[in-house]
């Protein structure tokens, strides 16, 4: 019964950041496995990070050391910071638990001069 509202995303210049938010209802937070997810246009969604209900991460080698995962559970909520960002990172980002079929709406990054 867990849903997710995601905000954040938009046009940014290579080289810039953003920060993407997913806030949880309907369930406890706390207790769940979360991860980020992208799909660019023609391709497969593909996992990009995790954070795990302890607070453990984990990244794709494409985003490692540009992105970072983490999670709020007084606000409900998880982040992603994207730093350094490049054009093949242009996606849809979406936010679920881990293996879960709980799915945000989805919001668009686009990076591009």
């Known amino acids: 019964q867990v849903q997710f509202v995601q905000s954040g995303g938009g046009l940014v210049q290579p080289g810039g950041s953003l920060r993407l938010s997913c806030a949880a209802s309907g369930s406890i937070f706390s207790i769940y496995n979360m991860g980020w997810y992208r799909q660019a246009p023609g391709k497969q969604r593909e996992w990009v990070a995790a954070?795990?209900?302890?607070?453990?991460?984990n990244y794709a080698d494409s985003v490692k050391g540009r992105f970072s995962i983490s999670r709020d559970n007084a606000k409900n909520t998880m982040y992603l910071q994207m730093n350094s960002l490049k054009p093949e990172d242009t996606a849809v980002y979406f936010c679920n638990t881990l293996g879960g079929n709980a799915w945000g709406q989805g919001t668009q990054v686009t990076v591009s001069s």
């Open positions: 954070i795990t209900r302890g607070g453990s991460t």
